[in-house]
């Protein structure tokens, strides 16, 4: 079974401080992904990593930047945590089968971000 | 038009209803069609996935993706008050880096 994990359930951060939030996967996925999900609004794709040290900037980068060092590792960085920040944040991983191509995205559990 | 419409709901059937759920989209080159299932404060769990055309069965679930009318489904026969949560569709293209394209989900609740 593919896991996903994150760092955190539950966090609460104050205007301006700087957010680390971590996920990690122990299946080799290539594909990692970040989204944010609110009300009304659905999932929206923040950034994705194809590879170690590649990342891409999905529908809403601003405010945001990744990293990823490591394979299993894909981190998002709130650079200035902002009130409309506030949200529940989805790490995903997929692999991409060579020859029979799948897309499938397996989720970690979430985290929600309290920014006040 | 948005690329992908997903009636957000609430859905409320009694225990043992057959439920329908629905997506359309814009897109003729999505070719991979997934369901999603998120439970309250969870992330998204995956439920289905079929490519191109057809139905796929699984248990009390079934996916059917009709491609000539951009629209796919998901049946869930005999539905339990454990089925209720939110229902996602999601789809994507045979190219670029896998990113999916998702329905803002429809809301379930199956009551005894």
């Known amino acids: 079974d593919v896991k996903v994990t994150q760092s955190s359930r539950y966090l609460v951060k104050r205007t301006g401080e700087k957010v680390f939030l971590e996920c990690v996967q122990d299946m080799d996925h290539e594909n990692m992904f970040w989204y944010r999900q609110d009300p009304g609004l659905g999932l929206r794709l923040i950034y994705f990593?194809?590879?170690?040290?590649?990342?891409e900037k999905g529908d809403i980068p601003e405010g945001y930047s990744v990293s990823r060092e490591k394979k299993e590792r894909f981190s998002l960085i709130l650079e200035s945590a902002s009130t409309n920040q506030t949200s529940m944040y989805l790490c995903a991983s997929s692999l991409v089968s060579k020859g029979t191509r799948t897309d499938t995205q397996y989720f970690g559990p979430g985290t929600r971000l309290t920014v006040l | 038009q948005k690329e992908v419409e997903q009636d957000p709901g609430p859905l409320s059937v009694p225990e043992g209803a057959i439920v329908s759920l629905n997506c359309t989209y814009s897109?003729?080159?999505?070719?991979?069609f997934m369901w999603y299932r998120q439970y309250s404060r969870k992330g998204p769990e995956l439920l289905m996935y079929?490519?191109?055309?057809g139905n796929k069965e699984d248990g009390r679930f079934t996916a059917q993706v009709d491609k000539s009318s951009k629209y796919i489904s998901l049946f869930i026969r005999d539905s339990q008050p454990s089925d209720s949560a939110t229902y996602l569709c999601?789809?994507?293209?045979?190219?670029?880096?896998?990113?999916?394209?998702f329905g803002k989900g429809t809301m379930l609740l199956v009551s005894p």
């Open positions: 079929t490519y191109s055309s």
């Open positions: 897109n003729s080159a999505f070719q991979y």
């Open positions: 999601a789809m994507s293209r045979p190219s670029g880096y896998s990113t999916l394209t």
């Open positions: 990593s194809y590879d170690v040290k590649m990342k």
